[in-house]
């Protein structure tokens, strides 16, 4: 038998109470335990990048690891990128901007990923965003319009902290 355990799991400023069993990965807590479906699974063995999320602002491979592993942590997933429902995040409104979708299975995880990147380093340079998106795969694209959603919201943000910094 299995053995089962109970877990909180603070996701998107919430606090959710699971009881699953202990070798969940955080990917499948997130999906089937919390709902939150934007959280997408590809190869569930670390190569393409569709499961990232944050935690603690960090992005990581949520197939890769338990989610007893994730207690404690804040954990960011996509559906917690957004200001509020009225708005999108900077890198939400430059990959809706620079027609950096296509089918969108990537998306998520591309998003939590820049979001990890451009909110940790600021002034990471074309070289840097290059080598992060390099960790995650997309089949549409090419990248080049996630590259050029990437310099705009870097841009936009950079806009906005100085926005507020006035
Ligand atoms: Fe996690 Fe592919 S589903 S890296
Ligand atoms: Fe289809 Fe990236 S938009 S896999």
Known sequence: MSQRCTLHLYVNGNRYTIDTEARTTLADALRNECRLTGTHLGCEHGVCGACTVLLDGQPVRSCLMFAAQAEGVSIRTVEGLAPDRDNLH???????????????????????????????????????????????????????SIVNAAIAAQRRMRELGSESDR
């Open 90 to 144: 900077p890198v939400q409104q430059a990959f809706w901007e620079s027609h950096a979708v296509q089918c969108g299975f990537c998306t998520p995880g591309f998003l939590c990923l820049l979001v990890g990147l451009l909110e940790e380093a600021p002034d990471s340079g074309i070289d840097d965003i290059r080598d992060a998106l390099s960790a995650n795969l997309c089949r549409c694209t090419g990248y080049q």
